[in-house]
């Protein structure tokens, strides 16, 4: 029960971040400086440990944790892609005024 704990623990942690880096992407509206395979990666690490909690029968209300990180990074992400679309509008738009 104390190991429950502390993963959920380490699941706060991580995830605590992430919520600030939404809103700041979402203000920022460029994806300069971000790293959307770095947020992949991440995504799929928060994958396999919902797996590996379903698959191993493990569900208790760490799982709760695994889900909403899950959810945040993947917002995180589908923010990044936008921003990836503003910049290259933002591109196009520059190479027009200039010719």
């Not at 380490?10 to 971000?34: D, N, Q, Y």
């Not at 799929?44 to 944790?65: C, D, E, P, S, W």
């Not at 909403?68 to 290259?88: P, Q």
Request: hydrophobic share 55%; net charge positive; with cysteine.
């Amino acid at each position: 029960m104390i190991f429950q704990f502390f993963e959920a623990l380490m699941l706060i942690c991580f995830g605590a971040s992430w919520p600030v880096a939404v809103i700041k992407a979402v203000k920022a509206r460029t994806a300069k400086g971000v790293s959307l395979a770095s947020s992949c990666l991440i995504l799929t690490g928060y994958l396999f440990g919902i797996v590996y909690k379903l698959g191993a029968g493990n569900i208790n209300y760490v799982l709760i944790f695994y889900f909403f990180n899950f959810s945040i990074v993947l917002t995180h992400i589908l923010v990044i892609i936008r921003n990836i679309r503003l910049d290259h509008q933002s591109a196009h738009l520059r190479a027009q005024e200039q010719s």
